[in-house]
DNA sequence: CTGAAAGCGCTTACAG
DNA sequence: CTGAAAGCGCTTACAG
């Protein structure tokens, strides 16, 4: 027994009820030539076109969406899906907003979900949120967060198109059947240790936790340019450190301590430029003047500094744009080959270098 | 050259394209009978339903979720609408969350969407984007970021349930009818300055921007409090701050030439707090030996500072499940009474307030 | 240019 | 318990 819908003083004031048999009613016409409209057939006469236009706008009808949709075989939604973040770090959400922005000046939208899985788990136990479980809603998935191999397998196993931000993907190796867009780690402290080089620096530490793929590959671009230059590289990673502030202590003690000590350090990104920072204000060194401090991501962080951290910008709504835009691509064609777009960095002078 | 997956085999390989007709024929029943038994539906004999489920998995069949949602009459899609916010700010990012995740316990889908729209035009001119132009899509609306009377307008002009997120609702006055939730900006700053009246504190200031309506209330929180204990209130507000360090200067300077001087600060919120904290720093005034400070959100900005700022915490995620749910309710009882729901506050108490 | 009809992939009374 | 049929709100050949 269906109830039927509401109060019969609402059905007027209902616009959803209406639907294309009203309005054709209303017109004159046949059902078919209302659908030609709303699609901007040219094949619709100029006064029956405007004889329908009037009879929509009098009975306020907006067309069903979903019904449109089993038709066309395409929802134009997209789902951005969060991995493995406890929370919507601002990072991703700027992301998230450069899918928006490109998906919607595109009359697309996006579906916003979050996925918490563990990366030991076999790839079939992963229990996907129920969009992707289902299908017609969604076109396909740009997916964000940390991604395990067990994750790329069991998005692989639903057969939905999808692009990845490949920065934060740990633990796969050789070559990827799947789309990808990533900014350049490598490229990113190759150039800011550069410029830590030409500002006459010689001495100069990289601190950060090379544990992450990402910090490795940041750690390695920081490395090239030390070796360009003939100069030695200084490595800092505190043991163990007790959370964040604890962070910035023990490796600020780690540099103060070293002997010559480095005018620069390059950290693996402005968290923990930010700690590091701190600590050393602390303990009374200033920064620039006696440390040179470069950060990489241009976080909120950065600009919280006094003075701002010179750092490695990266464009994250860029980052957000390229996906969308891949997967369109890729929706539209479908053996098209897979790609891995790594979108470049830049590094942005601020006020924590000072010039030897 | 990558090579996208197999370009013959994938007829069989896409589930997308096997229909519940399909699985009828595979499993030698009726279309009805497959339906039953997606929906669960009790009427299946037992041997029955393991047929169709062996059918179903044999043929990697997943029922088209358009379909489904044209008969069911309601989407379980809700649109998180973020509205003139040129960014997605961490607070406003964690209420999205807390939408997601309660939506998600009760398997309904969020859609982000943003809109950016002059406060000064007539609300019909409010271009509204596309997914609430259409009906079926979704199911309501909640409301997010800054709102003014006319996007309120609009939005009740298409008919659609929703839920603003209060606190930033700027220029309605009296009665409003439509279901909001926020949380007590009069509450806050009054716990928190009774706090600094309980450690001794008697000379103390507030520093915010009262032109903000929730600002505003955060002052008269603050002045209750002050009232209440015979003070004096001393409201702290720079001219034409150049942005963000420029404020926390003019603010600094302000506080630090009066006669007597405070010896706390209440602040409007966290960054303002930020930004007074790095200025007196600056100037070698120690917070909080020589000044108390006090903030308001407990923003990311809260836990960087040294000490750790105390501060007025507000459950940003337990407001977008409270958004949620409360919309879940208006889609049930569509005559339900319109209500204002207000979450309290927490005052959290870190580092920043010396006891006198 | 336009209407009548078939059809998208489902759900749900209806009748056995 | 189950199948055949009607129907959800649209789009799109088809035939004039």
Redesign the pocket.
């Known amino acids: 027994?269906?109830k039927p819908r509401e109060a019969s003083a609402s059905v007027e004031a209902v616009p959803q009820?209406?639907?294309?048999?009203d309005v054709?009613r209303a017109a004159?016409?046949?059902?078919?030539?209302?659908?030609?409209v709303?699609?901007s057939?040219?094949?619709?006469?100029?006064?029956?076109?405007a004889r329908v236009l009037e009879a929509i706008r009098r009975l306020g009808?907006?067309?069903?969406a979903q019904?449109?949709r089993?038709?066309?075989?395409r929802s134009e939604i997209v789902c951005f899906l969060l991995s493995n973040r406890d929370f919507l770090h601002p990072f991703h959400a700027r992301i998230l907003q450069g899918v928006e922005s490109y998906a919607s000046s595109l009359k697309h939208h996006v579906l916003f979900a979050v996925l918490h899985y563990s990366p030991r788990v076999p790839a079939e136990k992963i229990d996907l949120p129920p969009v992707l479980q289902e299908?017609?809603l969604i076109d396909g998935i740009i997916l964000a967060g940390t991604i395990y191999p067990n994750l790329l397998r069991r998005i692989e196993s639903i057969h939905m198109p999808f692009v990845a931000f490949s920065n934060n993907v740990v633990g796969t190796d050789g070559e990827q059947h799947y789309d990808q867009v990533g900014f350049d780690d490598f490229n990113g402290t190759l150039q800011a240790t550069r410029y830590l080089i030409e500002q006459g620096h010689r001495l100069i530490g990289f601190a950060g936790d090379t544990s992450y793929p990402w910090i490795q590959r940041r750690f390695d671009g920081y490395r090239r340019a030390i070796r360009e230059s003939k100069l030695k590289s200084i490595s800092i990673l505190p043991q163990n450190p007790d959370g964040f502030v604890d962070f910035g202590r023990k490796s600020a003690l780690r540099i103060l301590s070293r002997q010559p000590r480095p005018t620069a350090v390059v950290t693996g990104n402005d968290e923990t430029a930010y700690a590091l920072w701190l600590s050393l204000r602390r303990q009374g060194v200033k920064v620039p003047e006696e440390i040179s401090l470069v950060g990489f991501d241009d976080r909120e962080e950065a600009v919280l500094m006094d003075p701002p951290l010179s750092t490695v910008r990266v464009h994250k709504e860029e980052i957000g744009e390229t996906c969308m835009k891949m997967l369109l691509e890729r929706l539209h064609h479908p053996q098209m080959a897979f790609s891995h777009r790594i979108l470049p960095t830049e590094f942005v002078v601020r006020g924590t270098v000072l010039h030897l």
């Open positions: 027994m269906r009820k209406t639907t294309i048999r054709a004159g016409v046949g059902i078919g030539t209302i659908s030609r709303l699609n057939s040219s094949q619709v006469s100029r006064e029956t076109r009808f907006r067309p069903n019904a449109r089993i038709l066309k075989r299908h017609g």
